[in-house]
């Protein structure tokens, strides 16, 4: 074995240096390589073969120059020799240079573009020869240009400190173009701004600017431009604050009118930043009610008063302007017109007297209203027989500052002295005359007369009121909302008064509520003794007629009910609070909304009606009163309203309306059923365990003795 090894290491030194120099196969597949000595005797004996060129592509800018590298495929590893076969049509190609790597198949040549921005789309063809051998076909190199331009962008933006009216501040800005072009260029600053007029910037080159700022007013200045249009981070951005002695806030107001005044007004705050005191002038037109100066002391703040006369009842638009040079602030002013207003004119006391007519004479008198208000006004009246106005005033409107005339007859069918009051409405608030006659019926005694106290048979009032039947006020059921069907208008009027029966006159039922009054005692409901003025008021609710319609059943005495609002919230109950009106009435009123379908166009359309399970509660304050609502649906949405009664059972109008969802049943959360499905699971599993650990059953395991 010692013998055999010197053997093997001779033949391994002779073998191994003739296989690196002889062909080898380094895949199955491979064809074996010739060595270079093999491969140029075998050009010499067959010829040289041609290269073959790769085609290339190469980007430029106009005007300037870039480099093109020409390669091509070769079996020959000796020299290859480059030629230009056709030059550029738009550029010139340097001399053909080695490439840098030392490999024979590549070179490099340099092409310059003339320049023209129109003409960026050139190309060039090259050949080559390896050896002795013949020419290759061309080669194609695609040259494509673009524009050469500047890209100017801010390094550092400008920072200026806060400044006085005529104070002065400086700042930096650093510049450099990134672009393959010079920039040259014109700079225009915003006033304040003050920088220089020119720029110039070569290729890759920083430049510093100053640029200056000295605003002459107060207020804010924004320094937004572009020094290369186009180049967003070529934007010169800064902001700077030059504050103000005073300020002066809102910047714009609306003049609301107050119909205590008959004004339309507003305010304004006007605050002093100052450590010195200040006298403001004050600048407006002419219509404007204004005090013309104001004093604020140092960091002190005031309230300025704006208003229009009384009689100027025209839209407004302008503006008020404080002054204090340099300093100045402006506030735009608006006013809608004034809302129309109605005024007797005539007669102008408000009273009617008749006097005695005789049975079959109609007199008449004539009302005189004046509407100084800033829009038209559409009148509307009550007719209150025997006092009927014959006039129509559906077609009667009073533009601003016109006065309008409708007639008033007094027209009774029995004999006896009448007093009324007729209200006159519309968009223009309410005027009441009041209306007084007496008729005397020459063919009747006077003892027979009603005014006499003679039995008379009741007066039956003229038909002039247009009154819905009253609907049945049940709760909806569960399936849907109450369908009512189509109201048949019935014509009623509210009796006139009459002399007093010898019989003395029944008194009237207390107001309807829902719950006790103020002295513990219950009140009637409304499916009970309910007046009649009661019961007419719930069809006119009902039928979604509110009160404000209804001018003989509104409380001229009573607010609204102001700030409702829910203070406990349950499945089946919740809680409202309400504060009391100036006037405290009576009692209260709830009301809940439902939908009533319309038989006409089948649509539901929502209306009200009174909520009777209700009760008072504790009151959580001073000023509040709280009423628990009972018998709730769960999860189910509720609107409610509060409505004031008074000692006449008129009611106010109503609240603002409050909206809530009763709170959901208990359900079992989602999770719950989880857990059970884990825990049977589990259970499951274990019992399994149990088994096949032979601890159920009462029997041991396979395989083990007692």
């Given at each position: 074995?010692?013998?055999v090894t010197?053997?093997?290491?001779l033949?391994?030194s002779?073998l191994?240096?003739?296989n690196?120099?002889?062909?080898?196969?380094?895949?199955?597949n491979e064809?074996?390589?010739?060595?270079?000595?093999d491969?140029i005797?075998?050009?010499k004996?067959?010829?040289?073969v041609s290269p073959e060129?790769?085609?290339?592509?190469?980007q430029f800018i106009?005007?300037?120059?870039?480099?093109?590298e020409l390669?091509?495929a070769?079996?020959d590893?000796?020299?290859v020799?480059f030629?230009?076969?056709e030059?550029p049509?738009h550029g010139?190609?340097?001399?053909?240079r080695?490439?840098?790597?030392?490999?024979s198949?590549?070179a490099?040549v340099t092409y310059?573009h003339n320049?023209?921005p129109?003409e960026?789309d050139?190309?060039?063809?090259?050949a080559?020869?390896?050896?002795?051998g013949s020419?290759?076909?061309p080669g194609?190199i695609i040259l494509?240009?673009?524009?050469a331009?500047p890209?100017?962008?801010v390094?550092?933006?400008?920072?200026?400190?806060?400044l006085?009216?005529?104070?002065q501040?400086?700042?930096t800005v650093?510049?450099?173009?990134?672009g393959n072009a010079?920039?040259s260029?014109?700079?225009?600053l915003?006033?304040?701004?003050?920088g220089?007029?020119?720029?110039?910037?070569a290729i890759k080159?920083?430049?510093t600017?100053?640029?200056?700022?000295?605003?002459d007013?107060p207020?804010t200045?924004?320094l937004?431009?572009e020094l290369?249009?186009?180049q967003?981070?070529?934007?010169?951005?800064a902001?700077?604050?030059?504050?103000?002695?005073?300020v002066v806030?809102?910047?714009?107001?609306v003049?609301?009118f107050?119909?205590l005044?008959g004004?339309?007004k507003?305010t304004?705050?006007v605050t002093n930043?100052?450590e010195?005191?200040?006298?403001?002038?004050?600048d407006?037109?002419?219509?404007?009610?204004?005090?013309k100066?104001?004093?604020l002391?140092?960091k002190g703040s005031?309230?300025?008063s704006?208003a229009?006369a009384k009689?100027?009842v025209?839209?407004?638009r302008g503006?008020?302007s404080l002054?204090?040079?340099?300093?100045?602030?402006?506030v735009m002013?608006s006013?809608e017109?004034?809302?129309?207003?109605i005024?007797l004119v005539s007669?102008?006391?408000g009273?009617?007297?008749f006097?005695?007519?005789i049975k079959?004479?109609?007199?008449?008198?004539?009302?005189?209203?004046?509407?100084?208000?800033g829009?038209?006004a559409?009148l509307?009246?009550?007719q209150?027989?025997p006092?009927l106005?014959?006039t129509?005033?559906?077609?009667?409107n009073a533009?601003?500052?016109?006065?309008v005339?409708?007639?008033v007859?007094?027209?009774?069918?029995?004999?006896?002295?009448?007093?009324?009051?007729?209200t006159?409405?519309?968009?223009a608030g309410?005027?009441?005359l009041m209306?007084?006659?007496t008729?005397m019926?020459?063919?009747?005694p006077p003892g027979s007369t009603p005014?006499?106290?003679?039995?008379h048979?009741p007066?039956r009032?003229r038909?002039t009121?247009?009154?819905?039947?009253?609907?049945?006020?049940?709760?909806p059921?569960?399936?849907g909302?109450t369908?009512?069907p189509?109201?048949?208008p019935?014509?009623v009027?509210?009796?006139?008064p009459?002399?007093?029966a010898?019989?003395?006159a029944a008194?009237?039922?207390?107001?309807p509520a829902a719950?006790d009054s103020k002295?513990?005692?219950?009140?009637?409901?409304f499916?009970?003794?309910a007046?009649?003025?009661v019961?007419?008021?719930?069809?006119?609710m009902?039928?979604?007629?509110?009160a404000?319609?209804?001018?003989p059943?509104?409380?001229h005495s009573?607010?609204?009910?102001?700030?409702?609002g829910v203070?406990?919230?349950?499945?089946?109950?919740l809680?409202?609070v309400?504060?009391?009106?100036?006037?405290?009435?009576?009692n209260?009123?709830?009301?809940s909304s439902y939908?009533?379908?319309n038989a006409?166009?089948?649509?539901?359309?929502k209306?009200?009606?009174?909520?009777t399970?209700?009760?008072?509660?504790k009151?959580?304050?001073q000023?509040l009163?709280?009423?628990?609502?009972?018998?709730?649906t769960?999860?189910?949405r509720?609107?409610f309203?509060?409505?004031?009664?008074?000692k006449e059972g008129?009611?106010?109008?109503?609240?603002?309306?409050v909206?809530?969802a009763t709170?959901?049943?208990?359900?079992l959360p989602?999770?719950?059923w989880?857990v059970l499905?884990?825990?049977?699971l589990?259970?499951?599993?274990?019992t399994?365990?149990?088994?096949k650990?032979?601890?159920w059953?009462g029997?041991e395991p396979s395989?083990?003795?007692?």
């Open positions: 074995m010692k013998a010197p053997v093997i290491a033949l391994a002779v191994l240096p003739f690196v120099r002889a062909d080898v196969t380094i895949r199955p064809q074996p390589k010739q060595s270079t000595k491969f005797k075998d050009q004996k067959h010829g040289f060129p790769v085609n290339g592509s190469a106009a005007g300037q120059s870039v480099q093109v390669r091509v070769t079996a590893l000796g020299f020799k030629v230009i076969r030059q049509k010139v190609l340097s001399e053909i080695p490439h840098p790597s030392g490999e198949n590549r490099l310059t320049g023209n129109e960026l050139d190309e060039f063809t090259f080559a020869r390896a050896g002795e020419t290759s076909a194609v494509t240009g673009k524009k331009l890209n100017i962008q390094l550092e933006q400008p920072r200026f400190r806060r006085q009216p005529g104070e501040d400086s700042t650093m510049l450099m173009n990134i010079p920039f260029g014109d700079l225009i915003p006033v304040p701004f003050i220089p007029r020119h720029i110039d910037l080159e920083k430049l600017l100053m640029v200056m700022i000295k605003p007013a207020g200045y924004h937004d431009q290369q249009p186009g967003i981070g070529s934007r010169l951005q902001g700077v604050e030059c504050a103000q002695p005073f806030t809102p910047g714009a107001v003049l609301v107050d119909p005044t004004q339309r507003a304004v705050k930043g100052s010195s005191g200040l006298q403001l002038r004050v407006c037109t002419g219509r404007l009610k204004v005090e100066t104001v004093s002391g140092p005031t309230e300025l704006i229009l009689e100027d025209a839209a407004f503006e008020l002054v204090q040079e340099p300093a100045r602030q402006k002013i006013a017109p004034s809302p129309a207003h005024v007669p102008k006391d009273k009617v007297d006097g005695t007519v079959g004479k109609v007199p008449e008198v004539k009302v005189s209203v004046l509407n100084d208000g829009v038209t559409v509307k009246a009550t209150v027989p006092f106005i014959t129509d005033l559906s077609s009667l533009e601003t500052g016109k006065t005339e409708f007639v007859s007094f027209n009774p069918d029995l004999p006896g002295s009448y007093t009324q009051a007729i006159i409405g519309g968009n309410h005027l009441e209306m007084k006659g008729m019926d020459p063919a009747r005014g006499a106290g003679g039995a048979a007066v009032p038909e009121e247009v009154v819905p039947p009253r609907p049945s006020v049940s709760r059921s569960v399936s909302p369908v009512l189509a109201p048949t019935v014509m009027s509210r009796p006139p009459v002399a007093p010898p019989e003395p008194q009237p039922s207390p107001a719950a002295d513990g005692k219950p009140l009637v409901s499916k009970d003794m007046p009649a003025e019961v007419r008021y719930a069809n006119l009902n039928f979604g007629i509110s404000s319609t209804a001018p059943l509104q409380s009573i607010d609204p009910v102001p700030n409702i203070m406990e919230r349950n499945r089946d109950n809680v409202l309400w504060e009391a009106p100036k006037v405290e009435p009576s209260y009123l709830i009301e939908l009533v379908k006409a166009t089948g649509m539901f359309l209306t009200w009606k009174p909520f399970e209700w009760k008072r509660e009151s959580p304050g000023g009163t709280a009423a628990r609502l009972t018998e709730l769960p999860e189910t509720y609107e309203r509060v409505l004031g009664i008074d008129k009611f106010s109008t109503p609240s603002s309306i909206q809530v709170a959901s049943p208990f359900r989602g999770w719950t989880q499905t884990a825990l049977i589990l259970a499951i599993a274990y399994g365990y149990q088994f650990q032979g601890e059953g029997h395989g083990q003795k007692t």
